[in-house]
Nanobody
Framework: QVHLVESGGGLVQAGGSLRLSCTAS????????MGWFRQAPGKGREFVSV????????LYADSVKGRFTVSRDNAKNTEYLQMTSLKPEDTAVYYC????????????????????WGQGTQVTVSS
């Protein structure tokens, strides 16, 4: 059983930055793509970004485009989400997820096409 472990969440003031990391527990784990989702209190799980493991192709939600950058380090089996110019509305629990088979947009933004999920890390942006 593969485990995805997120880290890097915390409390930051509006306009600040945070970097989230997500590492797969198995060194040989290879997904087609790794995504980030978030869930605010009382809301559904929202797509944030996705990056393909080969090629590093990326996709972003309109709400984070230009502020967030997703990347991956294949050697470390780790995905990153660099978040800048954070806003209070970015406050949520952030989850990383692994998509094992090819899915093109818009399917790649659907939570149900991701087979593995991390436990989540809280990001709180104060105004």
């Amino acid at each position: 059983q593969v485990h995805l472990v997120e880290s890097g969440g915390g409390l930051v003031q509006a306009g600040g930055s945070l970097r989230l990391s997500c590492t797969a527990s198995e060194p040989t784990f290879r997904a087609y793509a790794m995504g980030w989702f978030r869930q605010a209190p009382g809301k559904g799980r929202e797509f944030v970004s996705v990056v393909t493991w080969i090629g590093g192709n990326t996709l972003y939600a309109d709400s984070v485009k230009g502020r967030f950058t997703v990347s991956r380090d294949n050697a470390k089996n780790t995905e990153y989400l660099q978040m800048t110019s954070l806003k209070p509305e970015d406050t949520a629990v952030y989850y990383c997820a692994a998509m094992m088979d090819y899915k093109d947009f818009p399917d790649s933004s659907r939570p149900d096409v991701y087979e593995y999920w991390g436990q989540g890390t809280q990001v709180t942006v104060s105004s």
